[in-house]
């Protein structure tokens, strides 16, 4: 009881006198600008942190996953191209292209096992699929070595690798993408549910300490007859200068945050899924023409796959109608142009991505009619480009849209993530040094006046 009372007389006692009232507010800005700091401090090194993960490893190990995943059925799309030639020219070209791949996939496959982000998880899925591709590769070349001899087995080992890759390959790349998903989605949820606390703390603090420098003004204002105090107007400029700013960097870090999630790296993960399903369909085509006239399953799969991305049945007028804004049919192209308004340059890129698989749609046609029309040898050289080079031309356009779309995607991402990181660079320790300066700010404005009152 009688430290409760002397502390109670104490605090009465200071605010009796002007200077002890002075003394007390001094104190108490002191106090508020240390808070200040903190939260400030902390909730920009935390809306850091949330951004790092996402865009420095979450979003990177999705696209590796990702893109391990296009390498792969690029390569099983190669091989099969290999084997159809035989001997051809087309044949060595493929046979060139396979290893080049291969050697980018064993890279990204090392890089990728350095540097797991996210557990044992991830670091087995990683390990299981390099082993995986040593045997495929291993099938791939048992099948090449029987089909150069003449052997049929040959053409079995290769549609075991295939059936190897699609079946337990694939599967693995797809549990580590999905693992870095949830991450990326528990990220992102956690950042934008700390927006609200951030803003709380950082506009509470802000407000606090602002209404306590305007009471020491006016307090002055009224006790000393001063209107201005220097330091004190300041100080309060700074304080709503760093709060303001902070407010809207939050703001426009949240918006950037949220258009590299949601439109740029949404949209890049479709583009780099559709270029894997292009090469997979390749593979289909390649596969039916060597399964000599047994291969309607390898035309089923080839459809199926098409509508993944839009109607194997598409047509001219489905295209303009869909720039125009009346989509009529479903799939991840689709979903692009839901995304993209009309007439936007985004639009237009998924216009570009349609045509080519038109043109794509309409050699493999042609590829089919001839094989079931009897011109097999016609068919081969349609598909390899021995000669007629109008399918292979029709492919490769596909996949260069597809790709010059996911480039362009993954650079509005990465513009996103570096103004969001340029919005808070510098700005936790902008809270430190505006609040140490607002506490020497105040200090130097009633020192003076305090000072007045001593005998």
């Known amino acids: 009881m009688p430290t409760t009372l002397n502390t109670s007389s104490g605090i009465r006692g200071l605010t009796a006198t002007t200077p002890g009232r002075l003394r007390l507010g001094m104190g108490l800005v002191f106090l508020l600008a240390i808070g200040f700091a903190i939260a400030g401090y902390l909730g920009v090194t935390t809306a850091r942190s949330s951004l790092n993960t996402i865009a420095r490893d979450a979003v990177p190990s999705i696209v590796t ?8 059925l690029e390569m099983d799309a190669l091989a099969t191209q290999e084997f159809l030639a035989g001997g051809a020219d087309s044949g060595a070209a493929a046979r060139q292209r396979y290893e080049t791949i291969r050697r980018e996939l064993s890279e990204q496959l090392t890089n990728a096992a350095m540097n797991i982000s996210f557990g044992r998880d991830e670091q087995s899925a990683i390990e299981q699929l390099m082993n995986h591709v ?3 590769t291993g099938m791939v070349e048992a099948a090449r070595t029987n089909n150069r001899m003449g052997y049929p087995v040959g053409a079995a080992y290769l549609r075991m690798a295939s059936v190897m890759l699609h079946d337990t390959m694939l599967p693995l790349t797809q549990s580590i993408d999905q693992l870095n998903v949830r991450q990326l989605d528990s990220e992102y949820a956690s950042f934008k549910s700390g927006t609200t606390m951030r803003f709380a703390l950082i506009g509470g603090g802000g407000v606090a300490l602002l209404l306590v420098l305007c009471y020491m003004q006016m307090f002055l204002s009224r006790r000393m007859r001063r209107t201005f105090n220097m330091p004190l107007i300041a100080a309060s400029a700074l304080v709503v200068a760093v709060t303001g700013y902070s407010m809207v960097s939050m703001i426009s870090v949240g918006g950037n945050l949220a258009s590299a999630r ?3 790296f949404a949209s890049a993960y479709n583009w780099l899924t559709a270029r894997g399903t292009a090469y997979d369909t390749k593979t289909d085509q390649s596969l039916y023409l060597i399964a000599l006239g047994a291969g ?6 080839m459809k199926e796959k098409v509508a993944r991305l839009a109607p194997a049945d598409l ?9 125009r804004g009346n989509v009529r049919f479903s799939g991840l192209f689709a979903n692009e142009l839901a995304a993209a ?12 991505a349609l045509s080519a698989l038109r043109v794509y749609l309409e050699q493999d046609a042609r590829i089919r009619t001839f094989d079931k029309g009897g011109r097999r040898q016609e068919a081969v050289n349609l598909a390899l480009g021995n000669g007629t080079t109008e399918a292979q031309h029709s492919f490769d356009a596909f996949t260069g849209v597809l790709s010059a779309n996911l480039n362009r995607a993954q650079a509005t991402f ?5 103004s969001a990181e340029g919005n808070l660079r510098f700005l936790d320790w902008a ?7 607002v506490a020497a700010l105040t200090y130097f404005g009633l020192t003076p006046r305090i000072n007045e009152y001593r005998v």
């Open 262 to 264: 949601e439109q740029s």
């Open 315 to 323: 047509t001219q007028e489905m295209i303009d109608q869909a720039a």
């Open 341 to 352: 308004p009309v007439g936007s340059p985004e639009r237009q890129q998924v216009i570009a």
């Open 65 to 72: 996953a990702q893109t391990v995943r296009v390498k792969l």
């Open 296 to 301: 309607a399953r390898y035309e089923t799969s």
């Open 431 to 437: 809270f430190v040094i505006i609040s140490l300066l």
């Open 414 to 418: 990465d513009a996103s993530i570096a």
């Open 134 to 136: 040593q045997v495929y």
